[in-house]
């Protein structure tokens, strides 16, 4: 399995980098030490950065941060070259780019799954969190909790791969 997660993540390159990028970002910005910094390596670690699990109050920010910021630059890329080139049929070389780099985005966009159980223990196993802080963060966690799972086992691919050519239809749905 970590064979074809190396190969996933070697197609989607810029995502992959821009995924340790953004985790490296967030370590330093929550102050968590980074043990080691290469964001390619043939292991599960491919596009991410390995850094000692995140204390309370970083765990979250750790696996939020990187995610909205490529879920976002992903989306932004996507779903207009999905729209000009899907439901419109118009090819050209910077529509193939952007959907090429939204998808890459897309993919790679979950947190590493250590990451995402150390967020869920941090957030709902430990006595010391908030009720509110825990009703208020529950849906964003179990969206990355689960979406880690998915990356692991590299279903991300076939899930964002669907939602590029369905989302010029679920668009079209609204705008008629």
């Given at each position: ?10 197609l ?43 204390p ?72 010391d ?46 705008i008629?």
């Amino acid at each position: 399995m970590g064979t074809i997660n190396f190969i996933i993540k070697i197609l989607t390159f810029p995502g992959a980098f821009l995924k340790g990028f953004l985790e490296q970002l967030a370590c330093r910005m929550y102050e968590i030490p980074i043990e080691f910094s290469r964001y390619f390596q043939k292991n599960e670690l491919c596009g991410h950065v390995e850094h000692i699990l995140a204390p309370k109050q970083g765990s979250f920010g750790v696996c939020f941060l990187p995610h909205i910021i490529s879920l976002i630059c992903g989306l932004s890329f996507l779903i207009p070259a999905s729209l000009n080139s899907v439901y419109l049929g118009k090819f050209n070389l910077f529509g193939i780019l952007f959907t090429y780099f939204g998808i890459s985005c897309l993919v790679n966009c979950f947190p590493l799954l250590e990451d995402a159980m150390n967020m869920w223990e941090h957030l709902f196993k430990d006595e010391d969190t908030k009720v509110i802080s825990k009703i208020g963060l529950a849906i964003p966690a179990a969206i990355m909790y689960a979406g880690a799972y998915l990356e692991h086992y590299f279903v991300t691919v076939f899930t964002t791969l669907g939602f590029a050519y369905a989302i010029p239809y679920i668009f079209a749905l609204f705008i008629k």
